[in-house]
Nanobody, 129 residues
C-alpha cells in the first residue's frame, strides 16, 4: 500500500490550501480502500504528531477542535483519493501534513496515530503571518 500526499506550500495567514492523498496497492484483506478510515495528521517542528481530521468510508467525518469550522476532509472512493480543504489558515497550522489509512475499524481510536497502518510521506504547509 502506498500513499502519496501533495498540495502543500507557502500561504499567507487567512489563505487556503487543498491537500490531496492518492492511495494505491492492495490491502491485506483484498478489500478496497473505500472500506477503511482515512485520516490526516500533522507534525510541527519540535512537537508530536497530532490528529487533524478523518473520514470513514461512509463519509462520516471527525475533526480535531483546531480544525473544526476551518478544515473539511473528504474522499473520492472511485479515485482512491483523500482530500483536506484548509481555509482561514493560521501560522500555528504550519506543519508537515501526513495522510494515513486505518485498517482496524475501531472508531474509538480514530484520533490516535498508532491506530493507522499505512502512511504517506508528508507534505509541508507553511503559513506566514
Amino acid at each position: 500500500v502506498q500513499l502519496q500526499a501533495s498540495g502543500g506550500g507557502l500561504v499567507q495567514a487567512g489563505g487556503s490550501l487543498r491537500l490531496s492523498c492518492s492511495v494505491s496497492g492492495r490491502t491485506p484483506s483484498g478489500r478496497t480502500f473505500s472500506n477503511y478510515v482515512m485520516g490526516w495528521f500533522r507534525q510541527a517542528p519540535g512537537k508530536e504528531r497530532e490528529f487533524v481530521a478523518a473520514v470513514r468510508g461512509t463519509g462520516h467525518t471527525y475533526y480535531a477542535d483546531s480544525a473544526k469550522g476551518r478544515f473539511a476532509v473528504s474522499r473520492d472512493n472511485a479515485k482512491n483519493t483523500l482530500y483536506l480543504q484548509m481555509n482561514s489558515l493560521k501560522p500555528e497550522d504550519t506543519a508537515v501534513y501526513y495522510c494515513a489509512v486505518d485498517l482496524s475499524a475501531i472508531l474509538s481510536t480514530i484520533r490516535l496515530s498508532n491506530s493507522y497502518d499505512y502512511w504517506g510521506q508528508g507534505t509541508l504547509v507553511t503559513v506566514s503571518s
